[in-house]
């Protein structure tokens, strides 16, 4: 096999890991696994799917790690390319006990993402904010090749003589076909997010907004769809939206397949991105350009990281926390005309996932000669 992606953190199907990276590396001709947690041995789209079992704690995910390793050198790739930093031990031992290329995909700034872990003690998460990026740096040179999702993320990595490839998490957009909205919609107006649900990327926001519309007579729900993550707690959520008499209004689609979350956002008026400023200091939120690409005027919270890529016409922008604002711009965005066509083209022509395959494709070349 020429590559075997490795993660215990994601989804199997995680839309970077296997919509993205592995089909587009397919798609080239290479020969593509992924080993992961919750799926079945399966051949999907010219993936070859390893099931590492089910878990369903933290602590069961952990227990697991020296079995990645054993069955991830048994099943002998030329690249083994792993998206978690729980997994750096699993790629020092597979770069020490075998010849393959071993490549890190660095998500997001985990330095930052250990303060805002809720399961992290307080006293523990400082020192590790810290701890980490040094760790990741120091052992970059043990690897052959660095994966990063922005320019801000691969920045503390350039000083490795390794390769560093940034491959922004644009949308794929050639095997998608425009679409009409096809979701049926219980209100007038429907605004959508797309990603993980917690508070850091907004879910309370999300949903003080929603309330505040409606006590202002606009007939709106929401539609959020993501998986919960781990930190968050559900049963909060859903009691938050049980005493503002919001259930109703609120739909929780779940986890969806590529296509049929662009179904969702076609159906939607308004796209939402109410995430924490600070968490999203360094990353592009894919969500943006899904938005774009679906036609979505979007309602966003000021991320420094996406003004070098999102036009203003499109793109109201509110300040963190105030929800009578992002109100104001979201009766704003229902009213104004926008043109889909022009904002897909603009996604299709200079922000799509196709042009960063092919930085990810002149990697695997490099790595596999």
Request: hydrophobic residues 40%; glycine residues 4%; charged residues 25%.
């Amino acid at each position: 096999m020429d590559s075997l992606h490795l993660t215990t953190v994601h989804n199997p199907t995680d839309t970077r890991i296997f919509d993205k990276e592995a089909i587009s590396l397919v798609n080239a001709g290479f020969d593509v696994g992924i080993l992961a947690h919750n799926t079945q041995d399966q051949n999907r789209n010219g993936v070859r799917f390893y099931g590492l079992g089910s878990v369903s704690t933290r602590l069961e995910r952990w227990q697991s790690i020296p079995t990645v390793a054993r069955t991830a050198k048994r099943l002998d790739a030329s690249i083994y390319h792993f998206h978690d930093p729980e997994l750096i031990p699993v790629g020092l031992y597979l770069s020490a006990t075998t010849d393959s290329a071993v490549v890190y995909d660095v998500h997001e700034d985990y330095g930052h993402v250990a303060t805002t872990r809720e399961w992290i003690p307080k006293p523990a998460s400082i020192p590790l904010s810290y701890a980490i990026p040094k760790i990741e740096q120091r052992v970059a040179e043990e690897f052959d090749g660095i994966v990063t999702v922005s320019d801000w993320i691969a920045a503390p990595f350039r000083d490795c003589e390794i390769p560093v490839t940034v491959a922004h998490n644009f949308p794929r957009t050639e095997s998608l076909q425009p679409a009409t909205g096809q979701v049926e919609r219980n209100q007038e107006h429907v605004l959508c997010y797309v990603g993980g649900l917690q508070k850091l990327r907004g879910i309370y926001r999300m949903l003080e907004l929603l309330e505040a519309l409606l006590e202002r007579g606009v007939d709106v729900e929401l539609w959020a769809l993501g998986e919960w993550s781990p930190d968050e707690d559900q049963a909060h959520v859903e009691r938050f939206i049980h005493q503002r008499d919001l259930e109703r209004y609120v739909r929780f689609p779940g986890y969806l397949a590529y296509d049929e979350m662009f179904q969702y956002l076609h159906s939607a008026d308004v796209g939402l991105a109410l995430v924490d400023v600070e968490h999203y200091k360094k990353t592009v939120p894919t969500k943006f350009f899904e938005y774009l690409y679906a036609g979505l005027p979007i309602v966003t919270t000021p991320v420094n990281a996406v003004k070098a890529f999102m036009p203003e016409q499109y793109c109201h922008v509110v300040p963190q926390g105030d929800t009578e604002a992002a109100a104001d711009a979201v009766e704003t965005a229902i009213q104004q005309d926008y043109d889909p066509v022009q904002m897909r083209s603009l996604v299709e022509t200079k922000y799509s996932w196709e042009a960063e395959a092919k930085k990810l494709i002149a990697l695997y070349e490099q790595l596999l000669e």
